[in-house]
């Protein structure tokens, strides 16, 4: 929303997150039982790609995934009637999310060159009837918060002078206030490609990708009380959440590194990182060389918040952005029906607090 970050800085912020909170404890239930669940990440994907192209907000897009979720967790769907809902849902969320003048309009989603590899053209008519059968099934309520709701309440004391960067005190408050950012959008976008995501509640999930971002950034202690006592969640309720974004990370970092350097080989300084569905320790973050974040250099991180891009596919290769955040271009391969990806979530590690 436009005014979004104007709320979360006014007098009523505190009584909005608590409304927030409050709307959270009686979202519908989500019980992950939909035939086509094998094609959840390609429409979460196209979601993505479409509210990029029109630069729709996050919670626009976030809300979006949830409709989606919400309606083929009750429905059988085919496939070709996904891409209807999946584009219905994000009309939807944008109306309910973006102002008017924002919303995407039928002759322009009628002509991106996804609807065409698709073989697919929304009419008029269709959508009025898709976003009818939607409202009725949310029974005409898209007061629903997501993570991205609350990530904006979180992000102003989520560093702090007072923080170390890898046992040291700050160099630049600044750029380290730019990276946590970064990060914390990477993410909110990683939490939108699984399901599994869905069992923890938004708050919790825009609180673990703040405490996410704090650990990549080695920045100590990693739960800081400040906030502990703004999101009300401690350490050990937001780890199993942090695992799942982690070792999300990790595989993110692996394929970067394996198109970057394609004989490892050659390199045997280069750092190894675990395999997405390996366990990962909180551990071996703090104890890797400072590779992720420099407060010497002024370049941006790069990270991918697609993951490798296997899960849209057309008949014809079509460059999209799928990072608007930082601006990497990736190519969507063929095939949809890609296995659901397994996660191991580890035993409990303390928070770690350097001195």
Same mark, same amino acid.
């Not at 924002?102 to 002509?111: D, M, R």
């Not at 099934?137 to 918060?145: A, E, G, I």
């Not at 609350?150 to 005190?169: K, M």
């Given at each position: 929303?436009?005014?979004?970050?104007?709320?979360?800085?006014?007098?009523?912020?505190?009584?909005?997150?608590?409304?927030?909170?409050?709307?959270?404890?009686?979202?519908?239930?989500?019980?992950?039982?939909?035939?086509?669940?094998?094609?959840?990440?390609?429409?979460?994907?196209?979601?993505?790609?479409?509210?990029?192209?029109?630069?729709?907000?996050?919670?626009?897009?976030?809300?979006?995934?949830?409709?989606?979720?919400?309606?083929?967790?009750?429905?059988?769907?085919?496939?070709?009637?996904?891409?209807?809902?999946?584009?219905?849902?994000? *009309?939807? +969320?944008?109306?309910? &999310?973006?102002?008017?003048? @924002? %919303?995407?309009? #039928?002759?322009?989603?009628?002509?991106?060159?996804?609807?065409?590899?698709?073989?697919?053209?929304?009419?008029?008519?269709?959508?009025?009837?898709?976003?009818?059968?939607?409202?009725?099934?949310?029974?005409?309520?898209?007061?629903?918060?997501?993570?991205?709701?609350?990530?904006?309440?979180?992000?102003?004391?989520?560093?702090?002078?007072?923080?170390?960067?890898?046992?040291?005190?700050?160099?630049?408050?600044?750029?380290?206030?730019?990276?946590?950012?970064?990060?914390?959008?990477?993410?909110?976008?990683?939490?939108?490609?699984?399901?599994?995501?869905?069992?923890?509640?938004?708050?919790?999930?825009?609180?673990?990708?703040?405490?996410?971002?704090?650990?990549?950034?080695?920045?100590?202690?990693?739960?800081?009380?400040?906030?502990?006592? *703004?999101? +009300?969640?401690?350490? &050990?309720?937001?780890?199993? @959440? %942090?695992?799942? #974004?982690?070792?999300?990370?990790?595989?993110?970092?692996?394929?970067?590194?394996?198109?970057?350097?394609?004989?490892?080989?050659?390199?045997?300084?280069?750092?190894?990182?675990?395999?997405?569905?390996?366990?990962?320790?909180?551990?071996?973050?703090?104890?890797?060389?400072?590779?992720?974040?420099?407060?010497?250099?002024?370049?941006?991180?790069?990270?991918?918040?697609?993951?490798?891009?296997?899960?849209?596919?057309?008949?014809?290769?079509?460059?999209?952005?799928?990072?608007?955040?930082?601006?990497?271009?990736?190519?969507?391969?063929?095939?949809?029906?890609?296995?659901?990806?397994?996660?191991?979530?580890?035993?409990?590690?303390?928070?770690?607090?350097?001195?």
């Amino acid at each position: 929303m436009e005014l979004e970050g104007q709320w979360w800085k006014g007098e009523l912020a505190e009584d909005i997150y608590q409304a927030l909170r409050y709307k959270e404890l009686r979202l519908p239930a989500y019980k992950g039982q939909s035939p086509q669940l094998s094609l959840r990440r390609y429409f979460a994907d196209l979601i993505a790609i479409v509210s990029n192209r029109f630069k729709l907000c996050p919670a626009a897009r976030h809300l979006a995934v949830y409709l989606l979720d919400l309606f083929m967790d009750r429905y059988d769907i085919s496939v070709q009637q996904l891409h209807m809902v999946a584009l219905s849902c994000l *009309l939807l +969320a944008s109306k309910f &999310e973006e102002r008017e003048d @924002c %919303v995407p309009k #039928l002759e322009t989603l009628n002509s991106l060159g996804c609807m065409s590899s698709m073989n697919l053209v929304l009419t008029k008519q269709g959508l009025l009837h898709m976003e009818l059968l939607l409202l009725e099934t949310f029974q005409w309520n898209l007061y629903l918060p997501t993570a991205a709701h609350f990530i904006e309440y979180y992000l102003p004391v989520a560093v702090n002078e007072t923080d170390l960067h890898d046992g040291w005190p700050m160099v630049c408050m600044e750029k380290t206030m730019l990276y946590m950012s970064k990060y914390a959008d990477y993410f909110l976008e990683v939490s939108l490609q699984d399901h599994a995501f869905l069992r923890f509640v938004p708050s919790l999930v825009a609180a673990a990708c703040v405490a996410s971002s704090r650990v990549i950034l080695r920045l100590s202690p990693t739960w800081p009380p400040r906030l502990q006592r *703004l999101s +009300a969640y401690t350490w &050990e309720q937001l780890l199993p @959440c %942090v695992e799942r #974004l982690l070792i999300a990370h990790d595989s993110d970092v692996k394929e970067a590194n394996k198109q970057k350097c394609p004989q490892p080989s050659a390199q045997p300084a280069q750092m190894v990182y675990p395999v997405r569905g390996q366990s990962v320790s909180l551990h071996q973050y703090m104890q890797r060389p400072n590779t992720q974040y420099m407060q010497q250099s002024c370049q941006p991180v790069v990270v991918s918040s697609q993951g490798p891009a296997t899960y849209l596919t057309h008949t014809a290769p079509m460059q999209v952005s799928t990072a608007p955040l930082h601006g990497l271009t990736q190519t969507m391969d063929a095939k949809v029906n890609v296995p659901s990806t397994a996660y191991q979530v580890n035993p409990l590690y303390p928070c770690f607090d350097r001195c």
